[in-house]
């Protein structure tokens, strides 16, 4: 007894982290708002109503499949909200309302909740939902509206990486920094994404790890690729869904390594991949199956990186010790 | 073993229904057992074709059952599986050839995958677990049981998958009604051109069939637990249900597959 008051010895932990799954995934919505708002000012107002089917239908679906599977509800921690909104953001703004519902239903009841919830998924869920889509729907994830035609009569065009760089019809570099191109409805806008991606990096919810490395290794080949030439790093950078996939879809944490060494060599490895897809591969849809594959090897990369304990002996120490034995 | 045995004495007063509903669902080849899941996945983008192939399998699996029962004290130990080969071999060949010559579509359709009923894991299984042990009779009654159990699994993929795949039913039907003289009825298709819905492709590709396949194990194990039965798993030799059967897991030595799947 200290001035009459008690000496209360608690279990641990005694320090406590403010953070929290719904703070978190709270923060990565606050990040994708700009995009939401450019993709809205750049495809027209059909950009609401698709990200509110996608966003309630992937709500709707945690709240039944884990209703039906009798656990505890998880739509609090607001993290289908996330997958729904991501997904909307990987779709064309043209989608019939049905297909973003499916989509939304495949993140969160085969990707999500078939492996036990969040936390428990091997891939990214909205990433597999889009593949999924891809897969299923070509002709309607194809259809490339072309930007502000909303205004007038909708029109489409390709992609930025479909038409090439210097080619005819490739949108210019300002034009590609604001988005004004035909593209996903959240992908287009460069400073939306990346100022969403700051953010993050700033309230510490990814680590900057996968982000540089992944955005590096992509202009590293494509500087060897296009022979030195800045502009095409910038049109590959720009083009398609680098931002959206390094800032906000590699950095999930429960399909990315662990350890910072582990995720730089996830980073390096989705920009490989990436590269080779763009450069030599017919098919356009580099970042999906990109960072699908690497989630596909965290758990050998994190086996891979696991840290020394420390004061034991050193790999080749032991190797020797073994070899006398 | 000892079980075995005394079930082998036993066999021809046990009532052969139980030999034949066992493979239907508590020891259903596909969904239970996990077997032959090669031609599970890759033939069944439609339910012409699911059922073509369960019925060639099915032919096979109870001529192979017969012939093996009637060999079983002639066959030394030793050189069993490549006598049990050569006999399921000479069966498939006349299936396909029978498939080739009358039903030239579904030959067309089915592929490669014809030939290798020689090496589905079903009409080994059941060779080994089962003929290689049993009088003819039940092993009959056996492999027919096995191989309805087996046509009704991939009938019911091939269901799924071919209406939300490609938004048709019975579609090819004609190929197989030809046999039968019946015309004009080549399956229905639900989700025309120009409906408001399109086919979700991705259940006819490789990806659908593994979630169809999973999703269709999922309901199975449910139902198995539901009946106090141990679910079906790929986790080693003493959940697989072949276990009691196995002459390598009787010895103590047990699959490869299992020291992998746990180191």
Same mark, same amino acid.
């Not at chain 1, 923060?27 to 000012?41: C, E, K, Q, R, Y």
């Not at chain 2, 369960?54 to 012939?67: K, P, R, Y």
């Given at each position: !007894?200290?001035?009459?008051?008690?000496? %209360?010895?608690? $279990?641990?932990?005694?320090?406590?982290?403010?953070?929290?799954?719904?703070?978190?995934?709270?923060?990565?919505?606050?990040? /994708?708002?700009?995009? *939401?708002?450019? $993709?809205?000012? #750049?495809?027209?107002?059909?950009?609401?109503? %698709?990200?509110?089917?996608?966003?309630?239908?992937?709500?709707?679906?945690?709240?039944?499949?884990?209703?039906? !599977?009798?656990?505890?509800?998880?739509?609090?921690?607001?993290?289908?909200?996330?997958?729904?909104?991501?997904?909307?953001?990987?779709?064309?703004?043209?989608?019939?309302?049905?297909?973003?519902?499916?989509?939304?239903?495949?993140?969160?009841?085969?990707?999500?909740?078939?492996?036990?919830?969040?936390?428990?998924?091997?891939?990214?869920?909205?990433?597999?939902?889009?593949?999924?889509?891809?897969?299923?729907? @070509?002709?309607?994830?194809?259809?490339?509206?072309?930007?502000?035609?909303?205004?007038? $009569? %909708?029109?489409?065009?390709?992609?930025?990486?479909?038409?090439?760089? @210097?080619?005819?019809?490739?949108?210019?570099?300002?034009?590609?920094?604001?988005?004004?191109?035909?593209?996903?409805?959240?992908?287009?806008?460069?400073?939306? *994404?990346?100022?969403?991606?700051?953010?993050?990096?700033?309230?510490?919810?990814?680590?900057?790890?996968?982000?540089?490395?992944?955005?590096?290794?992509?202009?590293?080949?494509?500087? #060897?690729?296009?022979? @030195?030439?800045?502009?095409?790093?910038?049109?590959?950078? !720009?083009?398609?869904?680098? *931002? /959206? @996939?390094?800032?906000? !879809?590699?950095?999930?944490?429960?399909?990315?390594?662990?350890?910072?060494?582990?995720?730089?060599?996830?980073?390096?490895?989705?920009?490989?991949?990436?590269?080779?897809?763009?450069?030599?591969?017919?098919?356009?849809?580099?970042?999906?199956?990109?960072?699908? *594959?690497?989630?596909?090897?965290?758990?050998? #990369?994190?086996?891979?990186?696991?840290?020394?304990?420390?004061?034991?002996?050193?790999?080749?120490?032991?190797?020797?010790?073994?070899?006398?034995? | 073993?000892?079980?075995?045995?005394?079930?082998?004495?036993?066999?021809?007063?046990?009532?052969?229904?139980?030999?034949?509903?066992?493979?239907?669902?508590?020891?259903?080849?596909?969904?239970?057992?996990?077997?032959?899941?090669?031609?599970?996945?890759?033939?069944?983008?439609?339910?012409?074709?699911?059922?073509?192939?369960?019925?060639?399998?099915?032919?096979?699996?109870?001529? +192979?059952? =017969?012939? =093996?029962?009637?060999?079983?004290?002639?066959?030394?130990?030793?050189?069993?599986?490549?006598?049990? =080969?050569?006999?399921?071999? +000479?069966?498939?060949?006349?299936?396909?050839?029978?498939?080739?010559?009358?039903?030239?579509?579904?030959?067309?359709?089915?592929?490669?995958?014809?030939?290798?009923?020689?090496?589905?894991?079903?009409?080994?299984?059941?060779?080994?677990?089962? &003929?290689?042990?049993?009088?003819?009779?039940?092993?009959?009654?056996?492999?027919?049981?096995?191989?309805?159990?087996?046509?009704?699994?991939?009938?019911?993929?091939?269901?799924?998958?071919?209406?939300?795949?490609?938004?048709?039913?019975?579609?090819?039907?004609?190929?197989?009604?030809?046999?039968?003289?019946?015309?004009?009825?080549?399956?229905?298709?639900?989700?025309?051109?120009?409906?408001?819905?399109?086919?979700?492709?991705?259940?006819?590709?490789?990806?659908?069939?593994?979630?169809?396949?999973?999703?269709?194990?999922?309901?199975?194990?449910?139902?198995?637990?539901?009946?106090?039965?141990?679910? &079906?798993?790929?986790?080693?030799?003493?959940?697989?249900?072949?276990?009691?059967?196995?002459?390598?897991?009787?010895?103590?030595?047990?699959?490869?597959?299992?020291?992998?799947?746990?180191?």
């Amino acid at each position: !007894m200290v001035n009459g008051k008690k000496l %209360v010895v608690s $279990a641990s932990p005694h320090l406590r982290s403010t953070q929290t799954t719904t703070r978190i995934m709270l923060d990565v919505i606050l990040s /994708l708002i700009p995009a *939401l708002i450019a $993709a809205i000012f #750049i495809f027209g107002p059909r950009v609401i109503p %698709v990200t509110a089917v996608s966003i309630s239908s992937a709500v709707l679906a945690e709240y039944v499949s884990r209703k039906v !599977m009798k656990r505890h509800q998880t739509i609090g921690d607001l993290s289908a909200v996330v997958t729904g909104l991501i997904l909307a953001l990987n779709l064309p703004v043209s989608i019939p309302y049905w297909i973003a519902a499916i989509g939304s239903i495949v993140a969160i009841v085969v990707v999500k909740q078939f492996f036990g919830g969040i936390g428990q998924n091997f891939a990214n869920p909205a990433i597999t939902a889009r593949i999924v889509l891809l897969l299923s729907f @070509g002709p309607q994830m194809g259809n490339w509206v072309t930007p502000l035609s909303w205004k007038t $009569a %909708v029109t489409t065009s390709a992609t930025p990486l479909a038409v090439g760089y @210097g080619n005819a019809g490739a949108p210019s570099l300002t034009d590609m920094l604001l988005g004004l191109r035909g593209g996903c409805l959240g992908e287009t806008c460069a400073v939306a *994404l990346i100022l969403g991606g700051v953010y993050l990096i700033a309230r510490k919810v990814i680590s900057p790890a996968i982000p540089l490395t992944y955005i590096g290794t992509v202009a590293l080949i494509m500087l #060897i690729a296009g022979k @030195g030439d800045l502009g095409f790093v910038a049109y590959q950078i !720009m083009g398609g869904g680098l *931002l /959206l @996939g390094a800032f906000f !879809m590699a950095t999930d944490y429960s399909t990315c390594p662990i350890k910072v060494r582990g995720k730089i060599i996830f980073g390096i490895g989705c920009g490989i991949i990436t590269s080779l897809i763009r450069l030599f591969a017919s098919m356009t849809e580099a970042v999906s199956f990109a960072i699908l *594959l690497m989630n596909l090897l965290v758990p050998f #990369i994190d086996r891979a990186t696991i840290p020394k304990p420390f004061g034991t002996p050193k790999k080749e120490k032991k190797a020797k010790e073994a070899a006398e034995k | 073993m000892a079980k075995q045995t005394k079930l082998a004495k036993n066999s021809e007063k046990k009532s052969l229904r139980k030999e034949f509903t066992k493979g239907l669902i508590s020891e259903n080849p596909t969904m239970r057992l996990v077997l032959g899941t090669c031609p599970t996945l890759a033939v069944t983008t439609s339910i012409v074709n699911a059922l073509g192939m369960g019925v060639s399998a099915m032919i096979v699996l109870v001529c +192979s059952n =017969i012939v =093996i029962s009637a060999l079983r004290k002639v066959i030394p130990s030793k050189v069993r599986i490549p006598a049990y =080969i050569v006999i399921i071999a +000479s069966f498939v060949t006349i299936v396909q050839m029978i498939v080739k010559a009358f039903v030239p579509a579904l030959d067309k359709s089915l592929g490669v995958f014809l030939p290798l009923i020689v090496v589905n894991c079903i009409i080994l299984g059941r060779a080994e677990a089962f &003929a290689g042990k049993n009088p003819v009779l039940a092993s009959a009654v056996d492999g027919l049981g096995m191989g309805v159990g087996f046509t009704f699994a991939l009938c019911c993929m091939g269901a799924i998958r071919e209406v939300i795949g490609a938004g048709t039913i019975f579609a090819g039907a004609e190929s197989l009604l030809s046999i039968a003289g019946i015309t004009g009825f080549d399956g229905f298709t639900l989700i025309g051109e120009n409906s408001l819905f399109s086919p979700m492709t991705i259940f006819i590709l490789a990806p659908g069939g593994f979630f169809t396949f999973g999703i269709l194990m999922a309901c199975a194990n449910k139902l198995a637990e539901r009946k106090g039965k141990p679910k &079906a798993e790929l986790g080693g030799c003493s959940a697989c249900p072949m276990a009691k059967n196995c002459a390598l897991l009787a010895k103590g030595e047990g699959c490869e597959e299992k020291e992998e799947a746990e180191a």
